[in-house]
């Protein structure tokens, strides 16, 4: 990682983009669209599959569907639940360093090093984002498998 570049004549520090974590980045972008298309795809033939299957025997596609109504509420919550530790954790280092970005974190753009209040404020912003993204995971992950139970019932 390069060092900060600091012109005390013409502003705060800047912390220069890391090329690897905007590799990172992007591939993790790429990784999300192409899995999450892939995810469509197969739903959507599993949707026609379970279409006929309800026709035949209603029963067993209900419960093919419940499990696949929880496999996804699993799957969206346990996303949800990991960003929201991620921007806790982040939240955290922001308050203990007294500064955003954190000492060793790496940047995708050219990042101007802020501290005291407006460090606090993307601390509090961090940490705000945590819990509703948790809150979203688990109990959205709780109350889509519950409406999908009553639905059926």
Same mark, same amino acid.
């Given at each position: 990682? #390069?060092?900060?570049?600091?012109?005390?004549?013409?502003?705060? #520090?800047?912390?220069?983009?890391?090329?690897?974590?905007?590799?990172?980045?992007?591939?993790?972008?790429?990784?999300?669209?192409?899995?999450?298309?892939?995810?469509?795809?197969?739903?959507?033939?599993?949707?026609?599959?379970?279409?006929?299957?309800?026709?035949?025997?209603?029963?067993?596609?209900?419960?093919?569907?419940?499990?696949?109504?929880?496999?996804?509420?699993?799957?969206?919550?346990?996303?949800?639940?990991?960003?929201?530790?991620?921007?806790?954790?982040?939240?955290?280092?922001?308050?203990?360093?007294?500064?955003?970005?954190?000492?060793?974190?790496?940047?995708?753009?050219?990042?101007?090093?802020?501290?005291?209040?407006?460090?606090?404020?993307?601390?509090?912003?961090?940490?705000?984002?945590?819990?509703?993204?948790?809150?979203?995971?688990?109990?959205?992950?709780?109350?889509?498998?519950?409406?999908?139970?009553?639905?059926?019932?």
């Amino acid at each position: 990682m #390069e060092s900060p570049q600091r012109n005390p004549a013409s502003g705060p #520090e800047i912390i220069p983009a890391d090329p690897k974590a905007r590799r990172v980045a992007l591939a993790l972008v790429l990784a999300g669209l192409v899995a999450g298309g892939t995810a469509v795809l197969w739903l959507n033939r599993y949707q026609d599959d379970l279409l006929r299957l309800a026709r035949k025997d209603r029963p067993v596609a209900v419960a093919k569907a419940l499990r696949l109504a929880n496999a996804v509420a699993l799957a969206g919550g346990a996303g949800l639940v990991a960003a929201g530790v991620w921007f806790a954790v982040l939240g955290r280092r922001i308050c203990s360093a007294g500064r955003f970005p954190p000492p060793g974190m790496r940047v995708v753009r050219d990042t101007p090093v802020r501290t005291g209040a407006a460090a606090r404020r993307l601390a509090a912003l961090a940490t705000a984002a945590a819990v509703l993204l948790i809150l979203c995971g688990t109990v959205g992950m709780w109350y889509f498998c519950a409406v999908a139970r009553a639905l059926v019932a």
